[in-house]
């Protein structure tokens, strides 16, 4: 019997074999090795991740920082975190837990799933010893609305002893409470030497007042001090979000693809009514003392300058 013509255009099969072994020694040395072995277990993770049981276990187990942390962040990035359950998981280890790093996850998922009345538990976090609690801490403050809270926001942003990481996320935060403090605070952060502290904070004045004078300190003040309507078209406050590049390992998977969160209002900000901010506030909307209402820019984009998530 005639044996079958063998496709001379396609590779034998120790060849493709070379072939793939030689992709896979590329991307080692082209991604390092820490890098690639992270891809593989995100890679593999992806066929058999952790059930929500097993995180939940994990969320629980006091006596094993790692897996704890572990377990707290699955369950915040899922999409039944924000059960009563967790949340009051979150609230006891935001503000409980001896492990810096457990802690840090609880403030994130609190931040991500609680209520705006956790912000106060949260603001109480930004005198922690260590310097990722209060990081964590800042970027929360961003996602509950709690004007109880501006005020211990902007003293901290002023601070030139704080972390810049840390002060970049409080100027961010301050953005959704239209105040004069508030707007004093974020002119002052105009005149620190920090270039990404500078961006921040002018662009929070741009959301508070929907002016844009940049990172120039004096015509903010000039025109602040010609108006006495400095909030009248304020817009609404969206936290920012974190992204990355997908990995190449990610880029396989396709059948779980990447999917960031969106920016979004924070809890407790309710874009559809005016909001009273300060005890005593003038009648009119818009005053530099009174309510003032937000309204959204559809073509506005947003980016955190900030260390991120």
């Given at each position: 019997m005639p044996s079958r013509p063998r496709d001379q255009s396609r590779p034998p099969?120790?060849?493709?074999?070379?072939?793939?072994?030689a992709v896979l020694l590329l991307a080692t040395g082209?991604?390092?090795?820490?890098?690639?072995?992270?891809?593989?277990?995100?890679?593999?993770?992806k066929f058999s991740p952790?059930?929500?049981?097993?995180?939940?276990?994990?969320?629980?187990?006091?006596?094993?920082?790692g897996l704890q942390r572990k377990g707290v962040i699955l369950l915040s990035n899922a999409?039944?975190?924000?059960?009563?359950?967790?949340?009051?998981?979150?609230?006891?280890?935001?503000t409980e837990s001896p492990d810096p790093l457990v802690r840090s996850s609880g403030i994130r998922a609190l931040g991500r799933?609680?209520?705006p009345e956790d912000a106060i538990q949260i603001a109480d976090q930004l005198e922690n010893d260590y310097r990722q609690v209060r990081l964590e801490a800042a970027i929360a403050l961003q996602r509950l609305h709690e004007p109880a809270v501006e005020d211990r926001i902007w003293r901290r942003l002023i601070d030139e002893n704080e972390d810049e990481?840390?002060?970049?996320?409080?100027?961010?935060?301050?953005?959704?409470?239209?105040?004069?403090?508030?707007?004093?605070?974020?002119?002052?952060?105009?005149?620190?030497?920090?270039?990404?502290l500078n961006l921040a904070a002018a662009d929070s004045l741009r959301v508070l007042t929907g002016r844009d004078f940049g990172v120039d300190a004096p015509a903010w003040l000039s025109w602040y001090d010609s108006t006495d309507a400095a909030f009248a078209d304020v817009e609404t406050f969206l936290y920012p979000t974190f992204e990355r590049p997908?990995?190449?390992?990610?880029?396989?998977?396709?059948?779980?693809?990447?999917?960031?969160e969106k920016p979004g209002v924070p809890r407790g900000l309710d874009e559809s009514s005016d909001a009273t901010y300060e005890e005593g506030a003038a009648e009119d909307a818009g005053s530099k003392d009174g309510a003032a209402k937000t309204k959204a820019d559809p073509d506005r984009t947003y980016e955190n300058v900030g260390e991120g998530p």
């Open positions: 099969f120790a060849a493709r074999t070379r072939l793939a072994s082209v991604l390092g090795c820490d890098a690639f072995n992270e891809d593989v277990n995100d890679f593999t993770e952790p059930s929500p049981f097993q995180a939940a276990v994990w969320a629980s187990d006091f006596n094993d920082p999409t039944f975190g924000g059960d009563r359950t967790y949340v009051d998981l979150y609230r006891v280890l935001a799933w609680g209520e990481a840390i002060r970049i996320e409080l100027a961010i935060a301050l953005g959704q409470y239209p105040t004069d403090a508030a707007f004093q605070a974020l002119a002052l952060a105009l005149e620190d030497r920090s270039l990404a997908i990995s190449f390992f990610e880029k396989l998977a396709f059948w779980a693809p990447v999917d960031f």
